[in-house]
């Protein structure tokens, strides 16, 4: 039977047992709905086949040896991946557009006793509910930025107030980047995936409570925050975290040891970074990187670097500053303690504390 979803949320409320992208590898690996699985009724090599002939030789031919590509593929899915369903399972099927692969595949499962339903308008559909979530409505809930410089552990506090019962979004974590030169790690999904991913987030979100985002720029790595996000972003409050120089190198010499480790990627890094900082500097970057003083190297990368450019991002629009929280250690406790403190922040009216809160008020951009 169709499925016709009016919104994104509608897919999660609807309760199938399993999604199943039946698309081709490549097609899947690009986007797909979050938590579906991919079960190809054909694979890459047999679409451009079944297309070539199509095109060349003519269409029954086409379809006659697709539809045996597809018999044998589904076979080995139902004997292999679905092997253990019973009567009462519950699959949503989708293709590119709802059409031949999708139901050629619902089909057979259908025959076969199971319950299960094909999204009408296939991917197409889902990705159009994705942009209007994303694009074409404003953002739902309010939103709080987790503000702070470089090495004040801002995702791990986010991460932290999620657990105590806070409304998180982690982009840095969605989009695979942490956002800066030392941030890749591996390979950035599509922005197509990153979208996805976020709107399933954004879907979820209680439009009454308020969810704390990081401050971020308008891209992470090479991923665009789409605009109702980024609108929403411009002009949110924020609570910013402040901690000593010593302290944040410390912190970062423990999140960044991926980057450290590699010795011939941190010295790429480094010398990225001559036409902003000179001969000179880079120099003396890199020679405290072959000295291994990973210290003296992150707090001379943030007094130079980071710390002037978050500066002048800063300055560059008035903001509300909601209040500033002191971290002395940035170690797991405190972590846990300065999450558990903004998971507490009900409004974007209330102070922090007395002691956390140095300044109240806007304008403070």
Excluded at 36 to 57: C, H, K
Excluded at 124 to 146: E, G, M, W
Excluded at 234 to 260: C, F, G, N, Q
Aim: hydrophobic share 40%; proline share 5%; with cysteine.
């Amino acid at each position: 039977m169709p499925f016709v979803p009016s919104e994104l949320s509608d897919i999660t409320k609807a309760g199938f047992n399993t999604i199943i992208d039946v698309r081709a590898p490549s097609e899947f690996a690009e986007d797909h709905i979050p938590g579906a699985i991919n079960l190809p009724v054909l694979d890459d090599s047999e679409r451009a086949r079944v297309g070539t002939i199509y095109v060349q030789q003519s269409a029954f031919l086409a379809r006659k040896i697709g539809a045996a590509l597809v018999s044998r593929n589904a076979a080995r899915h139902i004997e292999g991946p679905l092997a253990e369903h019973e009567g009462d399972w519950r699959p949503l099927v989708y293709c590119w557009r709802g059409g031949q692969r999708s139901n050629s595949f619902a089909s057979i499962l259908s025959q076969i006793g199971w319950r299960v339903s094909v999204l009408e308008g296939g991917y197409q559909s889902y990705r159009r509910l994705v942009k209007a979530r994303l694009y074409d409505t404003r953002f739902p809930s309010p939103v709080i930025l987790l503000d702070g410089n470089t090495g004040t552990a801002k995702t791990a506090i986010l991460h932290a107030a999620e657990k105590a019962g806070a409304q998180v979004i982690d982009l840095e974590g969605l989009a695979n980047h942490r956002g800066s030169l030392f941030g890749a790690q591996g390979v950035q999904p599509s922005q197509k995936a990153f979208e996805s991913a976020l709107a399933a987030r954004v879907a979820a979100l209680d439009p009454d409570r308020p969810v704390f985002i990081e401050a971020e720029s308008s891209k992470i790595g090479e991923r665009i925050v789409p605009p109702a996000l980024w609108s929403a972003m411009r002009t949110a409050p924020r609570v910013v975290i402040e901690a000593e120089l010593d302290t944040r190198a410390s912190y970062l010499v423990r999140a960044y040891k991926d980057a450290i480790s590699d010795p011939a990627r941190l010295d790429t890094i480094l010398q990225s970074m001559l036409r902003l900082q000179g001969h000179e500097r880079v120099t003396e970057w890199r020679n405290l990187a072959e000295a291994g003083d990973m210290r003296t190297l992150a707090k001379d990368l943030m007094e130079h670097h980071y710390d002037p450019r978050y500066d002048r991002q800063r300055h560059r629009q008035a903001w509300d500053l909601l209040g500033k929280l002191k971290a002395e250690m940035l170690d797991t406790p405190e972590i846990t303690t300065l999450g558990a403190k903004l998971a507490g922040l009900k409004s974007e009216k209330v102070v922090i504390s007395q002691q956390d809160a140095a300044h109240y008020g806007t304008g403070n951009g």
